[in-house]
């Protein structure tokens, strides 16, 4: 799958898995909505904001940048139509009340309906996207790569 | 969520997100489908034998050990719905041939009907849980963890 494809489907994904890793290389894994901008994935951390600083992700993120998110279709019945695209790159806050955190929030809001009843208030993560890539077991029929 | 919940609801999942960190801290994720035996997540790699050691996912347990694998319920129409479960513990390579890998692929193949019609013939990561956690939003109503 080249690139600008994988880039293709994960923007078009309703979740993705976001993995970080500490600083003592012990990794982490949550599902997150998300939105794409350019090559920058945002999601919002919906807790207060005094809370956010002891969310996994956050703490993950600030002793180590390095994260990988990735979106998948999965379907029992059929493995031939299974897929997936990854997004590598370097993750970093995004504040309330900066310009960017108001242009995450319009995206994310635009959609996710839950967002529009209920705006996330605290810092969103914004992950500059370095390499895309994926793979389709349509394309690749020898081999299963789940 | 209590730990038993927690185990309960990820072994009934059909699929699980394994996240590994390589030596030089940098985080990957890949979809798995799995079995579970006791405390220990079996999935399998599809590749054939000789191709395996390239994969990431093992080459990272090779380098550090430290795994994270996350099953998660995810419906866009009503997040109070959702709900994850996590496992962390240590990874390892179970190759063909031993007691253990025939367990696993016998457990594997009971689970997916692909599997039965197309067995894995390569390694089996196994990981062996050392802690079970999870989350609802039901449970939680203040707060979306996502």
Redesign the interface.
Known sequence: MTPKEARRRFASA??A?????D?H?????????FAVEADTVYSAV???PK?TTQLRRLANIAE?P?????V?Y?D?DD?DR?W?A?A?GTGRLVVPGSEEHRLALSRLKSR???YQD?PPTGSVVAVDVGRWSGWSASANPA????
């Open positions: 309703r979740l898995h976001l993995a970080t890793s600083a290389n012990r990794p982490h894994v949550v599902p997150v909505v919906d807790h207060k809370r180590n390095a994260v990988a998110l990735l998948d999965y029992d493995w299974l997936w990854r590598e996710y309906v839950a209920q081999g299963n790569e789940l």
